[in-house]
């Protein structure tokens, strides 16, 4: 992963120092950046002690430099954090950077790092590094596919390659004041079809009486058939379930398994800057 990284470094630093980004006049006319960051917050105390956080920062640069038109380089990180009774339940996080030449054109090559980690899915790491491309069908649809190179590690680590599939839905409506979006991945590897990570992400955003703040509805699904049908792996034991047991009058810890489907909806406000 070290070496993996070095690399992604390099290609990063060569791109940034190119004369294309250079930040003289000229190109500071055709360029445009935005960021957005996302907040959520939610906690209950008395009877029950919850604790709900999670907070999302993305950055772009995009326009047109030299002849590549529609060029885009993004950034972007989050993470979530949850509590109950002061006993963590919900702790994940994900960095992920790309770079798409012709972003909003017709064909749009682009390649991607990407690193994240689910404790409650048993993930303590997965890193990625994908070349693909998009291919957009109208305003509105797009389809993509990325060969990504994959370092995964659960119980134990392991490194293969997978395919990665994106239809998408995007619309943009009452003057930017409505935005929907709806992506899905398919990512089998690439010497094992049944070996696959299903994910589906919808984005509501309705901007608010101020330009900059907005609120958004966010609805995830995951599947890993990892954990699928026989595939049974056991949580850790202090994240095991309790169940009462009459014989010892007392809750007694309950074998659990991880599940294959998560789904999660949250509220939050992003600010545009």
């Known amino acids: 992963m070290i070496t993996r990284f070095s690399i992604f470094t390099s290609l990063l630093y060569i791109c940034l120092s190119n004369p294309l980004f250079a930040q003289d006049n000229e190109v500071q006319e055709v360029v445009t950046s935005s960021q957005d960051l996302y907040v959520a917050f939610d906690q209950t105390t008395g ?119 994106r239809p998408k839905v995007k619309l943009v409506l009452a003057e930017g004041n409505f935005f ?28 608010t009486f101020y330009e900059a703040l907005s609120v958004d509805i966010t609805l995830k699904h995951s599947y890993n058939s990892k954990y699928e049908g026989d595939n049974k792996v056991l949580k850790p034991l202090e994240e095991w379930e309790s169940q009462y047991d009459p014989d010892y009058g007392d809750f007694v810890a309950k074998e659990t398994f991880y599940k294959d489907t998560d789904l999660s909806v949250s509220i939050g406000f992003s600010f545009t800057f």
């Open 47 to 165: 009877n029950t002690n919850n604790l709900v956080t999670g907070a999302e920062y993305s950055y772009s640069l995009v326009g047109d430099l030299w002849s590549l038109k529609d060029t885009e380089f993004s950034f972007s990180l989050g993470g979530n954090y949850a509590t109950l009774e002061d006993v963590p339940y919900a702790l994940d996080g994900n960095v992920h950077t790309q770079f798409d030449l012709w972003a909003n054109q017709k064909y749009s090559p682009f390649f991607f790092y990407d690193y994240s980690f689910d404790r409650s899915l048993g993930l303590i790491n997965r890193t990625d590094f994908g070349i693909g491309g998009k291919v957009r069908f109208g305003k509105i649809f797009s389809v993509s596919y990325a060969y990504m190179f994959e370092e995964e590690e659960y119980d134990s680590v392991e490194t293969f390659s997978r395919h990665s599939f």
């Open 180 to 207: 929907f979006d709806y992506r899905a991945f398919y990512k089998p590897k690439v010497d094992d079809f049944e070996d696959f990570l299903l994910e589906n992400t919808i984005v509501l955003s309705v901007m």
